[in-house]
């Protein structure tokens, strides 16, 4: 800056300034103080005089390079410059907002004026805000999204470095009975424990995050060695096998650990967590108490799809999986009432991979809560678009896994996609297998009883190949029956599958249930089923699964014919 007269007093513009409510400076060209506000002497309660000191000393050292750039770039331009900088108090630094406002008559010697607003409430708000966005409330860890920040971090870290680490899922074992024998609060207190409990046994570089109920993950940088991760991992178990004396209880847990290993198993965000919750979903299955590193074999699939489970992770990141929509239709009008949302994979090489080969994989790799949350918002979403064409109210039917409805979030997944959308909640049918309910009838129980407070209907699909008791139609809140096209096929020829539909269709009668009959592909056989009070069917005869441009032209020529075009009813799949 250029050099200007020592300081002299401006005392009828000094008058004025004392009135503002804010800290006042003036400063001649080279940033030395002329004038400091009784209350910005008050502020910063200097031991040393304040006139003839160059303002950047009295900010904090990280900030003097931004004043002096606002400074200069103030007295060049004429024009008022905003800057926080954090000045330097009595014993703390308090960020302070600092308009630089340069003034003087003509082309002569210029001064500068410099107004400071208190932001200490603003930064404080702020920062609890950034805190709650990236924390988790409970236990006080970051949550997925810092974690998400952090594993990129630590990836780009280990390119640069050539050194691997390890990602660390932890789940509690037992701790859905603590949860439902002693209540929430209990609960809550002990998830807080064992949090403290994990942070103790890593080190300050470690990332520990809590990502579901009771589930945790550790990024452990430089950590990638058979002994390390033996070691790492021998003190996070050891670490909750100690006894919980929560509120006069005393509680004893455990926890699984499943491993993946950068750059060994994946060298990406996804697929690290991914292949780390697979190995602690095989800990649980093998014994729990224990820690499983994951290998292809652990995860599931065969050897020959895992080239496939790999292009899995890149089809999520391209958007390559798509939601395909089946109608379904009044057995008695022929008018379509809704569409069950399937999902399909367009592989740029392969084509349309057909979903039994990757649903299994994407159950056991986890991926399946992700692709799954997607589905039932977009499907919730797309249902508005058939609704705006069709001039009336329809419902969307959408499949469950095993995997999902087991997953703590998966509540707030279906709240969120309900909110998003604005669909009432009577629109939306979850399918769920009976196999699916019968894995953990308690929680099935809670869950379903979660679903219907909703308002959203719960259909039990490929209804008679599962599970065979029946008590869990009383037991569950359950809406619709999907008669499996098993039962279909042979109709109207076969008296034994007759047998099964007319049982089926009776029970469904007697306990004010909705069918929807599956596979559908003849006359006769919709003929037979309405005849025998089946409303709702599903198939070939009356739709493929189509596209969502291919749904909506259904849809419209619906609106003038009850019976969908040939050309719309078998379109491929």
């Not at 469950?400 to 087991?406: E, G, V």
Request: aromatic residues 6%.
């Amino acid at each position: 800056m250029p050099t200007s007269a020592p300081p002299q007093q401006r005392p009828e513009l000094d008058v004025l300034l004392e009135e503002a409510g804010d800290v006042v400076f003036r400063l001649n060209q080279s940033g030395q103080l002329l004038y400091a506000s009784q209350r910005a002497i008050a502020r910063l309660a200097s031991p040393w005089p304040l006139l003839g000191r160059g303002l950047v000393k009295l900010v904090a050292d990280a900030d003097q390079a931004a004043l002096n750039a606002a400074l200069a770039d103030a007295l060049e331009s004429r024009t008022p410059r905003l800057v926080e900088v954090r000045v330097k108090t009595a014993d703390i630094e308090v960020w302070h907002e600092l308009r630089v406002t340069a003034y003087g008559a003509g082309d002569g010697p210029a001064e500068l004026l410099v107004v400071g607003r208190d932001m200490t409430v603003q930064h404080a708000t702020e920062e609890r805000l950034r805190h709650m966005a990236t924390h988790d409330a409970l236990t006080e860890l970051p949550n997925r999204l810092l974690l998400s920040d952090r594993m990129r971090m630590v990836i780009a870290n280990a390119r640069r470095s050539g050194q691997g680490f390890a990602v660390a899922n932890v789940g509690l074992d037992g701790f859905k009975k603590v949860n439902d024998g002693l209540g929430h609060p209990i609960g809550d207190a002990l998830l807080r424990t064992a949090a403290q409990r994990l942070r103790k046994t890593l080190r300050d570089s470690d990332t520990l995050a809590r990502v579901g109920g009771d589930e945790f993950v550790a990024i452990l940088p430089g950590t990638a060695g058979e002994a390390q991760i033996k070691l790492v991992t021998g003190r996070l178990l050891a670490a909750l096998q100690a006894p919980f004396e929560i509120d006069g209880h005393t509680i004893y847990m455990g926890a699984s650990v499943g491993v993946s290993v950068y750059p060994q198993h994946a060298e990406d965000e996804i697929r690290l967590l991914a292949m780390a919750d697979a190995a602690m979903s095989r800990a649980k299955e093998t014994g729990k108490a224990r820690c499983v590193v994951y290998s292809p074999a652990h995860a599931g699939p065969p050897q020959h799809d895992i080239s496939l489970e790999a292009a899995m992770f890149q089809a999520v990141r391209e958007g390559e999986f798509l939601l395909y929509y089946q109608p379904i239709v009044d057995a008695r009008t022929r008018e379509i009432q809704g569409f069950e949302t399937l999902m399909r994979w367009k592989h740029p090489t392969l084509g349309m991979v057909p979903p039994v080969r990757f649903i299994p994989i994407a159950e056991t790799n986890g991926l399946i809560n992700l692709l799954g949350a997607w589905a039932l918002k977009a499907a919730c979403v797309q249902l508005k678009q058939f609704e705006e064409v069709a001039k009336r109210s329809l419902y969307i039917s959408v499949n469950i896994s095993p995997r999902q409805f087991r997953n703590d979030k998966f509540l707030d997944v279906l709240d969120d996609a309900i909110a998003f959308s604005g669909l009432a909640g009577e629109q939306l049918v979850l399918e769920i297998t009976e196999g699916t309910l019968m894995i953990d009838p308690v929680h099935a129980e809670s869950i379903l009883s979660k679903m219907a407070e909703r308002k959203a209907r719960i259909a039990i699909d490929d209804f008679g190949t599962g599970y065979s008791s029946l008590a869990y139609l009383k037991r569950f809140p359950i809406s619709v029956l999907k008669i499996d096209r098993t039962f279909i096929r042979d109709l109207p020829g076969s008296q034994k599958d007759g047998a099964i539909c007319n049982a089926v269709l009776d029970l469904a009668k007697h306990l004010d249930l909705s069918v929807v009959a599956e596979g559908v592909e003849t006359e006769e056989q919709l003929r037979y089923l309405e005849e025998r009070g089946c409303q709702y069917i599903q198939g070939y005869l009356t739709g493929k699964p189509m596209a969502a441009n291919v749904a909506l032209a259904a849809l419209k020529e619906s609106i003038h014919a009850k019976v969908l075009p040939a050309e719309l009813r078998q379109v491929a799949q």
